[in-house]
């Protein structure tokens, strides 16, 4: 079993490099007009300045798995600003690009929780439609459309649960297909568990990004032992091996939150029983310190009789 390790937005070693400087609707409306563009195109320069540059650190530590941020072009979808970033910078996004490919890098997106397919408000799932389409664009623009993801949940359940399912069914229809083929979808830590998460994966044919830490916070019926294997068939259409994402908990108390780093002690349990399946797959790590506790947990599962430290951040077991 091999499995390759990433972090999620920003590299913490890197200086003055977030990915993710923006701007409101309402500083942009207190700028004169011929100052409003000129801000935009500054801000998106820096932060795909700052992509690029974390993407030739991911390479120099042979981290392949990150997740981009989604702010890197600030109100790109914005119904009374939505520019086009795409002809201003395509030479920068075909330059990111470019490397993401040269290096075999697996790059993703995930849109942030208002970008969900469960509402009964017709113009919530319109803007989920027009933010997938924002991180569709980028990808394409990039040239990885096809060999990438962008990672949602289900949505709320509105007091309902069976009710607001139907809805996602219903209201996915609106999502243009190629799009949808890029989709994935995680279990939550509140709302939706593995198993329900699975069922609608299982129905729209969507590959179901495992989030162990959620799941252990919003256990179902099912044990993961029979889950594991059907979680990690949905990918078998997709091009892709599977990903899952990796954190541990802050405290006891604070159990939801994300700690620093990650307690290898917490995910033994799941490493074991994806041993048991024999899938090679990726692991997004979703905690604090990002790159460093990517590096961190690399090594330190490295040290556990049996498992090989293949470069950077890749393991095999």
Not at 53 to 63: S, V
């Amino acid at each position: 079993m091999r499995i390759r390790l990433g972090y999620v937005s920003h590299a913490l070693s890197l200086w003055e490099c977030s990915p993710a400087k923006t701007m409101t609707f309402t500083r942009y409306q207190q700028l004169e007009e011929i100052e409003r563009i000129q801000k935009l195109k500054e801000i998106t320069a820096h932060n795909l300045r700052s992509t690029l540059r974390m993407i030739y650190y991911n390479i120099a530590h042979d981290i392949h798995v990150y997740r981009m941020s989604s702010s890197i072009v600030p109100l790109a979808t914005h119904p009374e600003v939505m520019w086009d970033y795409r002809s201003v910078f395509k030479k920068q996004l075909k330059e990111i690009g470019t490397a993401v490919k040269k290096s075999k890098m697996r790059v993703s997106f995930h849109p942030n929780q208002f970008t969900l397919f469960t509402s009964d408000k017709e113009h919530i799932t319109d803007n989920a439609v027009i933010d997938m389409q924002y991180h569709y664009d980028l990808l394409d623009g990039m040239g990885l459309a096809d060999i990438s993801n962008i990672n949602i949940h289900v949505g709320g359940a509105y007091g309902d649960k069976i009710t607001a399912i139907e809805r996602f069914h219903q209201n996915i229809v609106k999502l243009p297909d190629h799009i949808k083929k890029r989709m994935t979808l995680e279990n939550d830590d509140k709302t939706y568990t593995t198993e329900e998460t699975l069922k609608v994966c299982k129905k729209e044919q969507i590959p179901l990004v495992f989030d162990y830490h959620h799941h252990q916070a919003n256990l179902g019926s099912t044990d993961l032992s029979e889950l594991l294997p059907e979680v990690f068939s949905t990918w078998d259409h997709f091009g892709i091996i599977p990903k899952v994402h990796i954190s541990s908990p802050k405290s006891e108390k604070e159990f939801r939150s994300h700690a620093d780093y990650v307690d290898a002690e917490f995910i033994l349990p799941f490493l074991h029983l994806a041993r048991e399946v024999g899938q090679d797959f990726d692991i997004m790590i979703e905690a604090k310190q990002k790159d460093k506790a990517c590096l961190k947990l690399t090594e330190d599962l490295s040290k556990i009789r049996g498992v090989k430290r293949i470069d950077g951040g890749t393991i095999e077991w």
